[in-house]
């Protein structure tokens, strides 16, 4: 008879091990070179960059590895080099230069009805007319329109607000762009029932197309409510102390404007 016995888990191969690399930077499309060094290379080891593979992993020797980048976007990330079930990386080592560059105009009114569209330059964005989508903070855009490789045309959605991340995605590709553009502060215009039946309508502009939290007071004190009507007009119910000469306060999503009146 024919005995046989094992003994599990008393042999393991060396990891592969990344130390360094060279030409660590890609366009957003992908398909730029990178050479990794190390060792405990294979033939059959392949290259990811963060969670997404390499378009193609070439093994040169068991100490470099040539990988072709795949699409994407961001920075600091991670390589990894795999051999079987085994694998090394290489932390915060590769970027992607980013697509978008600047935005203009960068300053738009709170009402856009109008149609008005901010250009969007920067690259990448492809040879031909694509599926493409922009937004500004967490709204998107009404509509983009692709022109070139370097320019998109947005329509940006009636909004309000100070530095606003602007973001594009292009099929998988998506950046942004931090504090990128705002829209108009809030302004009173003019003030009407200022001393009567304890309420004051603030005439404005700005003051947004929905209810954005909008707030008002009088000097330091706030008003005992605000209610907004419009993004022209706003209700405030005025404190029971009013100086002669008072600063009245309108705040429109942390942006805010001021007026000056009097009560007599």
């Known amino acids: ?125 492809g040879t031909y007319s694509v599926c493409g989508a922009s937004g500004a903070g967490s709204t998107v855009s009404e509509s983009t329109l692709w022109l070139s490789d370097s320019v998109l045309q947005s329509r940006i959605a009636v909004g309000v607000g100070s530095t606003k991340l602007v973001s594009v995605s292009i099929g998988r590709l998506v950046d942004s762009l931090s504090q990128a553009m705002s829209f108009d502060s809030p302004q009173i215009t003019s003030i009407r029932n200022l001393a009567e039946n304890s309420t004051i309508l603030a005439e404005s502009i700005n003051a947004g197309s929905y209810d954005s939290s909008t707030k008002m007071r009088i000097g330091h004190t706030s008003c005992r409510f605000t209610r907004w009507v419009s993004d022209s007009s706003v209700l405030c119910g005025l404190p029971s102390e009013l100086p002669v000469k008072m600063m009245v306060v309108i705040t429109a999503s942390q942006q805010l404007g001021t007026f000056i009146a009097f009560t007599s």
Request: one cysteine or more.
């Open 1 to 125: 008879a024919i005995s046989l016995g094992s003994l599990s888990r008393i042999l393991s191969f060396d990891l592969p091990v990344i130390s360094s690399g060279s030409s660590m930077n890609s366009v957003a499309s992908g398909g730029s070179s990178s050479s990794l060094f190390g060792g405990v290379f294979a033939a059959s080891s392949a290259v990811r960059h963060a969670f997404t593979g390499s378009q193609k992993t070439l093994w040169t020797s068991d100490t470099c590895l040539l990988s072709f980048s795949p699409s994407g976007t961001g920075g600091n990330l991670t390589m990894f080099a795999t051999s079987s079930i085994l694998w090394g990386s290489l932390s915060e080592s590769f970027t992607y230069d980013s697509p978008v560059s600047t935005i203009s105009p960068s300053n738009i009114p709170v009402m856009t009805q109008q149609g008005l569209r901010s250009s969007i330059f920067g690259k990448d964005f």
